[in-house]
């Protein structure tokens, strides 16, 4: 096992992998305070910010107003997605009305509508590269990257054959339209705090 410190930490197994249920027990005493999720096979240990919980806050109040209180909103939770070890944790997951947990008592990525990903330092390439993959491939309807070390947010949307056609960017203080999405609303940017 290798650790990696560097605003995160990367445990990457090389003598065996461990199936992902057993390797999110052994995450269950990561350090209070961090985020673990394993994509492509790699543990990503990420300390949670201020910042970063503001943002997923306005998301979700924004999710909440648009859908009412009963809404299927989920953050931080393991969500396996299509790909090789895929078991992310997505800051905001919205899903569908009808979704229910499987059989191991997790949700099904295939009931997945929208994800929203606020970036940290020493995982971006993530969010902006495997999970993005994965995320199209499984057919979410919206994934949101809100970036506040560049002040913006990138709304992708339309997955077609694993990938996003369309991409919308705006700056921090700017509303992103999303009215021609299935979530149907303006998401309101202007209280977004920048890092």
């Not at 939770?77 to 905001?92: E, Q, S, T, Y």
């Not at 999970?131 to 994934?143: D, F, I, L, S, W």
């Not at 947010?153 to 999405?181: H, M, Q, S």
Request: charged share 30%; net charge negative.
């Amino acid at each position: 096992m290798t650790v990696v410190e560097n605003d995160r930490i990367e445990l990457a197994m090389s003598d065996h992998e461990l199936p992902l249920d057993e390797l999110f027990e052994w995450l269950e005493t990561a350090p209070e305070g961090h985020k673990a999720e394993v994509v492509g096979g790699v543990v990503y240990m990420v300390p949670q910010r201020d910042t970063h919980w503001e943002i997923v806050r306005w998301i979700v109040h924004a999710l909440q107003v648009r859908f009412g209180m009963h809404v299927k909103v989920k953050s931080d939770v393991r969500i396996d997605f299509p790909g090789h070890r895929n078991a992310f944790c997505p800051d905001v997951a919205k899903l569908r009305d009808d979704a229910e947990k499987n059989d191991k008592g997790r949700w099904d990525w295939a009931d997945v509508e929208f994800v929203a990903e606020v970036i940290s330092r020493g995982t971006s390439l993530n969010d902006y590269g495997p999970k993005k993959a994965a995320y199209a491939t499984a057919g979410v309807a919206v994934y949101l990257i809100a970036d506040p070390y560049t002040g913006r947010c990138i709304a992708y949307t339309k997955p077609e054959e694993g990938e996003y056609t369309e991409v919308v960017r705006v700056p921090f203080g700017t509303d992103l339209d999303l009215t021609k999405t299935p979530l149907g609303l303006v998401l309101k940017t202007d209280a977004f705090p920048r890092d």
